[in-house]
């Protein structure tokens, strides 16, 4: 079982930055791939970035590309966001989740995805 925390979420304007973090519990967390997700008000939850086990893989929505950068630290059991160029856009709650498979690609489908955070709200103002 893991357990995911995310904090940094907040309020920033428009071109600002933020950084997300997701705190994970259990001593799996350094195995699994990792993902972001976003969901706006009165929409799907979305993909936004995933990263490997081993941090050697990433990938990003093509919305977010060269603005956001997920990166994780398995000695601290973290994942990270950073968030630059903010948009009224990516206004929406993020969670992280944890991806179990082994050995398989990186996925953008928030159905193989088992560990779930709560979400930390994130608000840019234009």
């Known amino acids: 079982q893991v357990q995911l925390v995310e904090s940094g979420g907040g309020l920033v304007q428009a071109g600002g930055s933020l950084r997300l973090s997701c705190a994970a519990s259990g001593r799996s967390f350094s195995s699994y791939a990792m993902g972001w997700f976003r969901q706006a008000p009165g929409k799907e939850r979305d993909f936004v970035a995933a990263i490997s086990w081993s941090g050697g893989s990433t990938y990003y929505t093509d919305s977010v590309r060269g603005r956001f950068t997920i990166s994780r630290d398995n000695d601290k059991n973290t994942v990270y966001l950073q968030m630059n160029g903010l948009k009224p856009e990516d206004t929406a709650v993020y969670y992280c989740?944890?991806?179990?498979?082994?050995?398989?690609?990186?996925?953008?489908?928030?159905?193989?995805?088992?560990?779930w955070g709560q979400g930390t709200l994130v608000t840019v103002s234009s």
């Open positions: 989740a944890a991806d179990r498979r082994l050995g398989v690609p990186l996925s953008l489908v928030t159905d193989t995805y088992d560990y």
